[in-house]
């Protein structure tokens, strides 16, 4: 199904999880053919370090060659998000432990999480693409407390790697559009937790 955000303005937070941005990047291009304007942010460490999935130069140009805007990579930059209403919806994506654990705790000191705070102030809704790998681990009550806090939805999300990394979680990128579809009338798709990926796969 394409949906029609040709009249929203969308913000993406992009954190570490450097191995999920091949995913991210896709969807975002999906995400661009419901005509929305798409509002990049990065975090201080995703502006700033390389890795073996690529440099955070490659990113950032990635990021404004898709969007047709230059990403906010500072916490100034970001704190004017909310005053001047610029986002209608926010998704970070992806959103490892460390922002999700620091966005349950009130804690701002990144450009995404500014970001987050900022357009949060707005009543507005928040989109968490989740990538982590302590998600069934320390992660598991901040996940419980941000899934029950105001104006915050979840990408549908499951166990990556349940042999290698039982308490690791990636979200389904690909139901971005109808998650974002449904955060923007108030509602949380259903059900969040999926079984496994790949389980279907499986023998």
């Known amino acids: 199904m394409l949906y029609d955000f040709h009249d929203?303005?969308?913000g993406?937070?992009?954190?570490?999880?450097?191995?999920?941005?091949?995913?991210?990047?896709?969807?975002l291009e999906n995400l661009k053919q419901t005509g929305a304007k798409l509002l990049p942010v990065f975090s201080l460490n995703a502006s700033s370090?390389?890795?073996?999935?690529?440099?955070?130069?490659?990113?950032?140009?990635?990021?404004?060659?898709?969007?047709?805007?230059?990403?906010?990579t500072t916490i100034p930059a970001a704190e004017p998000i909310g005053p001047k209403g610029l986002m209608d919806i926010l998704v970070i994506a992806p959103c490892t432990g460390n922002t999700l654990s620091k966005l349950a705790n009130g804690?701002?000191?990144?450009?995404?999480?500014?970001?987050?705070?900022?357009h949060l102030r707005n009543n507005r809704p928040l989109v968490i693409s989740?990538?982590?790998n302590d998600a069934l681990g320390m992660n598991l009550k901040n996940i419980g407390i941000l899934l029950n806090t105001k104006n915050i939805y979840f990408v549908p999300f499951g166990q990556d790697d349940y042999r290698a990394k039982p308490n690791s979680m990636t979200a389904f990128t690909e139901l971005l559009p109808e998650t974002i579809d449904a955060a923007l009338k108030g509602k949380q798709i259903q059900p969040v937790i999926r079984s496994p990926h790949g389980a279907m796969q499986e023998v």
């Open 8 to 10: 929203k303005s969308i």
């Open 12 to 27: 993406v937070g992009f954190t570490g999880s450097f191995c999920t941005y091949e995913k991210i990047f896709t969807a």
């Open 49 to 72: 370090l390389n890795s073996r999935f690529g440099t955070s130069e490659s990113f950032l140009e990635r990021a404004e060659a898709l969007t047709g805007h230059a990403p906010i």
């Open 107 to 118: 804690i701002s000191d990144t450009p995404v999480l500014m970001a987050a705070k900022s």
């Open 130 to 132: 989740l990538s982590t």
